[in-house]
Every structure is written in C-alpha cells, then in structure tokens.
Nanobody, 123 residues
Framework: VQLQASGGGLVQAGGSLRLSCLAS????????MGWFRQAPGKERDFVAG????????DYADSVKGRFTISRDNAKNTVYLQMNSLKPEDTAVYYC?????????????????WGRGTQVTVSS
C-alpha cells in the first residue's frame, strides 16, 4: 500500500483544514488507518484512527471535539477534518495504514506510511 497525504497549509488560529490521504492498491478497505503528527524536536504522536469499516474512531485527547477522521473506501481515501485549529497543532501530519482491524495508538504498530504534509497554524 502506498499512501499520499495532501491538504496541509498555513492557516490562522481558529481556522480549518481538511487533510486527505489517498491509498494505492485494491486492499485499502482491509486496513485500519491513522493520522499522526510530528512537531520539530518531538516524537510522532497519534492524532486519530479509524477502523477498516469506518464505524469506529479514536482520537487523542488534545484533538477531541475539533478533529474528525473519516474514510471513503470506494475512493481509497481517508480524511482528517481539522477545525478550531490552534498554534500547538502545527506539525507535519502523516497518514498510516495498519493490517489490524482496530487502529492502534503506537506508531510502531503501523505497516505503511505516507509522506507528511505540513500544517502551520499562526496565532
């Protein structure tokens, strides 16, 4: 599976962005998907995850109520809608695919990674 994230950019605090992650291959619906982010000098942290069916999601406490993960298996795409953005959301955002049916919090659990997309939130 190859993953390509897009949709990052520069936005003011309080604004919104929607990230997309397009997956290649015909087995996309067999993978749970996750979004992670990494700020300079920090570890790669879990942001949100979604089961391969799309029926269940999980979020980091820091983004609950502001971010929404979703997927469209017909389009091989997973999305991250980010609202009420804060300067501390600034990071490179990565999408990842996991063979397990339930998304994991640990980055080491994921099998495939896309290139990141930069999100910068100005105050």
């Amino acid at each position: 599976v190859q993953l390509q994230a897009s949709g990052g950019g520069l936005v003011q605090a309080g604004g919104s962005l929607r990230l997309s992650c397009l997956a290649s291959g015909r087995t996309f619906s067999s993978y749970s998907m996750g979004w992670f982010r990494q700020a300079p000098g920090k570890e790669r942290d879990f942001v949100a995850g979604i089961t391969w069916t799309g029926r269940s999601t999980d979020y980091a406490d820091s983004v609950k109520g502001r971010f929404t993960i979703s997927r469209d298996n017909a389009k091989n795409t997973v999305y991250l809608q980010m609202n009420s953005l804060k300067p501390e959301d600034t990071a490179v955002y990565y999408c990842a695919a996991d063979r397990l049916p339930i998304p994991q919090v640990g980055a080491d659990e994921y099998d495939y990674w896309g290139r990141g997309t930069q999100v910068t939130v100005s105050s």
